[in-house]
């Protein structure tokens, strides 16, 4: 059998614990669980990378937010580092679909070692732990409340959390609307702020072959945008001029690739564009398991 077979075979049998790990933590009163770790080392970290991984499915956009964080950290993100790939149960905005829950675990294992492989040539990065662990928690602010207050202790070197985010996803964790029981509502912000927590922004840029991209606007406007809010435009809201430093936004490299075109891809059999826009390993999961066969929307995705 060759390694992609292995890895296939592997990963199809571990479906049954991880719908069993599923099961428990939804029954629990726990809102962090980590599933489990590839490249697992006993190591705390100072700094927590996490890629909320909601994706359905990763594509090669987010193994880019992974890699970029890795390699290129700020000055101020202190080693060792650690990243944490982390499913919510509950989105912000869209209905959950539990049948497919297990199979997004899957994915992120799969997606987990195709980001080791992909940092193979970085040989100190590529040792770093990738826990993959499960919120209830939709609010990036309630993740990391969840990750730190969870008993016993997940990460008793209380890290810095880098959450990994593309640039839709800064509008909506500035947006006032999901905080309407704060006032000002972004009041919210303060515990994740005054943590020291922080946002790594990716551009999305715009593709004219891609409709789905132009909600973001040009690459000035994203630029723009978090100038603004950090000289003061949402200083009624909430938003507090000392958590400038605590946001950052770095270039993309995903021009055009959205889950969205895999699903789509996928649906329609055109397999070398989903290998196009996913890692290898992802690539020959969702075809493994024919994840999209049903609809392109991913909410018949099997379980
Ligand atoms: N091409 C990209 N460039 C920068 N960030 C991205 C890109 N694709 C996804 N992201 C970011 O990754 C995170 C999770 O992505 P999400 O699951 O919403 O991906 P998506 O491709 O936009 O999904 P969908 O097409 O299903 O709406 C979000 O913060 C999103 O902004
Ligand atoms: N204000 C916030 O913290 C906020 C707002 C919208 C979405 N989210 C989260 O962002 C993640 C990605 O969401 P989508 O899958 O809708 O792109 C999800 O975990 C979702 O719950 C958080």
Same mark, same amino acid.
């Given at each position: 059998?060759?390694?992609?077979?292995?890895?296939?075979?592997?990963?199809?049998? @571990?479906?049954?614990?991880?719908?069993?790990?599923?099961?428990?933590?939804? =029954?629990?009163?726990?809102?962090?669980?980590?599933?489990?770790?590839?490249?697992?080392?006993?190591?705390?970290?100072?700094?927590?990378?996490?890629?909320?991984?909601?994706?359905?499915?990763?594509?090669?956009?987010?193994?880019?937010?992974?890699?970029?964080?890795?390699?290129?950290?700020?000055?101020?993100?202190?080693? +060792?580092?650690?990243? @944490?790939?982390?499913?919510?149960?509950?989105? !912000?905005?869209?209905?959950?679909?539990?049948?497919?829950?297990?199979?997004?675990? =899957?994915?992120?294992?799969?997606? =987990?070692? &195709?980001?080791?492989?992909?940092? /193979?040539?970085?040989?100190?990065?590529?040792?770093?732990?990738?826990? %993959?662990?499960?919120?209830?928690?939709?609010?990036?602010?309630?993740?990391?409340?969840?990750?730190?207050?969870?008993?016993?202790?997940?990460?008793?070197?209380?890290? %810095?959390?880098?959450?990994?985010?593309?640039?839709?996803?800064? %509008?909506?964790? $500035?947006?006032?609307?999901?905080?309407?029981?704060?006032?000002?509502?972004?009041?919210?912000?303060? +515990?994740?702020? &005054? =943590?020291?927590?922080?946002?790594?922004?990716?551009?999305?840029?715009?593709?004219?072959?891609?409709?789905?991209?132009?909600?973001?606007?040009?690459?000035? &406007?994203?630029?723009?945008? @978090?100038?603004?809010?950090?000289?003061?435009?949402?200083?009624?809201?909430?938003?507090?001029?000392?958590?400038?430093?605590?946001?950052?936004?770095?270039?993309?490299?995903?021009?055009?690739?959205?889950?969205?075109?895999?699903?789509?891809? !996928? /649906?329609?059999?055109?397999?070398?564009?989903?290998?196009?826009? $996913?890692?290898?390993?992802?690539?020959?999961?969702?075809?493994?398991?024919?994840?999209?066969?049903?609809?392109?929307?991913?909410?018949?995705?099997?379980?």
């Amino acid at each position: 059998m060759d390694d992609m077979s292995t890895r296939l075979s592997t990963l199809r049998s @571990l479906l049954p614990s991880l719908q069993s790990t599923l099961e428990i933590f939804n =029954a629990s009163p726990s809102k962090f669980h980590i599933v489990r770790t590839i490249n697992p080392s006993p190591t705390q970290p100072r700094t927590l990378y996490i890629l909320d991984s909601s994706f359905n499915p990763p594509s090669r956009a987010h193994l880019s937010l992974a890699t970029s964080a890795l390699r290129h950290q700020k000055p101020d993100e202190e080693r +060792p580092t650690r990243l @944490l790939l982390l499913f919510s149960t509950h989105n !912000a905005d869209k209905a959950p679909s539990p049948a497919s829950f297990v199979q997004r675990i =899957a994915m992120m294992t799969v997606f =987990a070692q &195709d980001v080791i492989q992909t940092l /193979k040539s970085d040989e100190d990065i590529s040792k770093v732990s990738i826990d %993959i662990g499960l919120t209830k928690e939709p609010y990036y602010t309630d993740k990391s409340v969840a990750i730190a207050s969870e008993a016993p202790e997940v990460y008793a070197s209380k890290p %810095i959390h880098v959450h990994l985010v593309g640039y839709d996803t800064l %509008i909506r964790f $500035c947006n006032p609307k999901y905080y309407p029981k704060y006032t000002p509502p972004l009041s919210a912000l303060e +515990p994740f702020f &005054d =943590a020291g927590h922080k946002l790594r922004v990716t551009q999305r840029p715009f593709d004219p072959n891609d409709s789905s991209s132009k909600e973001f606007g040009t690459l000035e &406007d994203q630029e723009k945008y @978090l100038q603004h809010i950090k000289e003061g435009g949402l200083e009624k809201e909430g938003f507090e001029a000392s958590w400038r430093g605590n946001i950052d936004m770095v270039q993309g490299t995903g021009m055009g690739i959205s889950s969205t075109r895999v699903r789509k891809a !996928a /649906k329609e059999e055109r397999w070398d564009e989903v290998e196009s826009l $996913c890692t290898e390993g992802v690539a020959a999961w969702i075809k493994d398991q024919e994840l999209y066969k049903e609809d392109a929307s991913g909410k018949k995705m099997m379980g």
